[in-house]
């Protein structure tokens, strides 16, 4: 999804550039072999949270030699009955390989068709780009899944904190409405992504 590479590599200066989308290169002079490569997957993620997941990204912004080049990779770790809430990808497709563990793997598509498959280790899987879409160990061990995006930086739109954890928070009335319940009721969900009451 990302445009073409104009050079060999372009090994991102993190440092140099405010904006966060188009980084200037390192210097090819201070580029070394230790540049392309990365050791933010080779742990577990922290999964102690209320879904019981650890997602570590392994994009732009924590690998610099993926600049320019068009894709990134996670780690997805799941705790027994762990999630990865609904969310989407605005920049990328995503593709999904489990390594541990039995995933259930589900997306809803722009016609809220919704495709689902309960995976084992090496069972590959394939997120079109922006769809929503979730993972959830439904094994009784730790799960991982490591995913690959056709972006260096696929981006995420979190459904329960876009929508109730956003700061300033959306309205209550805006998604009392939405969701065709009570306030009290956004409140009670908003209290758990830390939004303010
Ligand atoms: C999994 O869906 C991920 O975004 O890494
Ligand atoms: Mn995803």
């Not at 102690?48 to 610099?64: A, H, I, R």
């Not at 320019?68 to 990808?89: E, I, Q, Y």
């Not at 259930?104 to 598509?109: A, H, K, N, R, S």
């Not at 319940?181 to 992504?193: L, Q, R, T, W, Y």
């Amino acid at each position: 999804a990302d445009p073409d590479p104009l050079l060999d590599f372009c090994v991102a200066d993190l440092n140099a550039s405010p904006s966060f989308a188009n980084f200037p290169c390192k210097p090819t002079t201070n580029v070394t072999f230790e540049d392309f490569f990365f050791d933010g997957l080779m742990k577990e993620g922290n999964t102690s949270n209320l879904f019981g997941v650890g997602v570590s990204q392994g994009n732009v912004l924590t690998f610099p030699a993926l600049n320019m080049l068009g894709l990134s990779m996670n780690r997805v770790d799941l705790a027994p009955n762990g999630l990865n809430p609904p969310h989407s990808h605005p920049r990328a497709t995503e593709s999904g390989v489990v390594i541990n563990g039995k995933i259930l793997v589900g997306f809803v598509t722009t016609g809220n068709v919704f495709y689902s498959k309960v995976l084992n280790p090496g069972q590959m899987f394939v997120i079109p780009r922006g769809l929503v879409h979730f993972q959830k160990n439904v094994g009784e061990k730790k799960a991982v899944i490591i995913t690959a995006f056709n972006s260096q930086n696929p981006g995420a739109v979190i459904l329960p904190t876009t929508l109730f954890g956003a700061q300033p928070s959306i309205p209550d009335h805006v998604l009392a409405q939405t969701f065709q319940i009570d306030s009290s009721v956004v409140h009670g969900i908003e209290s758990k992504f830390g939004s303010p009451i």
